[in-house]
């Protein structure tokens, strides 16, 4: 489903949330879609549990067929949240949901099921309410920026064909220290390079040491990160 409206594989889109993911053992999508970050995180050897929800039934029969490993199910986001109340930071939920219809250019239709205002509503009433780690991405906006208040947020402006708009993670947890998937770590591209020849070059005057030295020192990093 590669260009599923809204999807997120979107270069410099997808690095910025991968990057604010903490660690986890319970990854749910609860507005599926493509399941595009859902797809990158276990490209990148995620070890969670995958949970993919869609209210679209042909959504939800493309998503089973893609993702083997996951579990798929097919219904209201706000009633599988309201189903989630007991899930503890174990569990990290992530919602794309479709956009307030005011925040849209020509305010186009993408998705057979669209939310209405009241649905956000409802959708941000039940989020309150989670006691686990959920991530929002949505355009800046009156609305999320109330109901979400005290909510960390990482803007981020993304090109959508010739459009330009302003994007906000909204997360309601403190910076990850750990994140589930370092791959994309960096601010951008020249950073993440920066980061990758920084390691190898670590890694590399370890394999240099002798066999007993390198373990020496393995053992005192593993003991000071402990
Ligand atoms: C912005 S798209 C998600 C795109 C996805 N992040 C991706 O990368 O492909 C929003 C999705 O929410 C689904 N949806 C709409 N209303 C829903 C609802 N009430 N509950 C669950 N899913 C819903 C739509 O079918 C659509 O697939």
Redesign the pocket.
């Known amino acids: 489903?590669k260009n599923?409206?809204?999807?997120?594989?979107i270069y410099g889109l997808y690095h910025k949330i991968i990057n604010q993911i903490p660690k986890h053992q319970n990854y749910y999508?609860?507005?599926?879609?493509?399941?595009?970050?859902a797809a990158l995180l276990i490209e990148k050897n995620s070890s969670a549990k995958f949970y993919l929800?869609?209210?679209?039934g042909s959504?939800t029969d493309k998503l089973s067929c893609t993702f083997r490993q996951a579990k798929v199910s097919k219904?209201?986001?706000?009633?599988?949240l309201n189903k989630l109340m007991a899930a503890d930071t174990d569990t990290f939920i992530?919602m794309?949901?479709?956009?307030l219809h005011s925040t849209r250019p020509n305010n186009t239709k993408?998705?057979?099921?669209?939310?209405t205002d009241y649905?956000h509503k409802q959708?941000l009433s039940s989020v309150l309410q989670l006691d686990c780690n959920v991530m929002i991405?949505h355009p800046v906006c009156e609305l999320y920026d109330t109901w979400l208040k005290g909510w960390r947020k990482v803007l981020i402006k993304v090109r959508y064909h010739n459009k330009m708009s302003l994007e906000c993670l909204y997360m309601n947890y403190d910076l990850p220290e750990q994140l589930q998937v370092d791959a994309f770590l960096g601010t951008d591209c020249w950073d993440r390079q920066r980061i990758k020849r920084k390691a190898t070059s670590l890694v590399n005057k370890l394999i240099a040491l002798p066999e007993l030295e390198r373990n020496y020192i393995i053992r005192r990093v593993q003991e000071n990160f402990a």
Not at 53 to 56: A, F
Not at 75 to 80: N, Q
Not at 96 to 99: H, R
Not at 110 to 115: F, Q, R
């Open positions: 489903m599923y409206p809204g999807q997120k594989k999508e609860v507005f599926a879609g493509s399941g595009a970050i929800n869609d209210i679209d959504v219904i209201d986001a706000t009633k599988l992530f794309d949901p479709p956009y993408l998705y057979k099921h669209e939310m649905d959708l991405v």
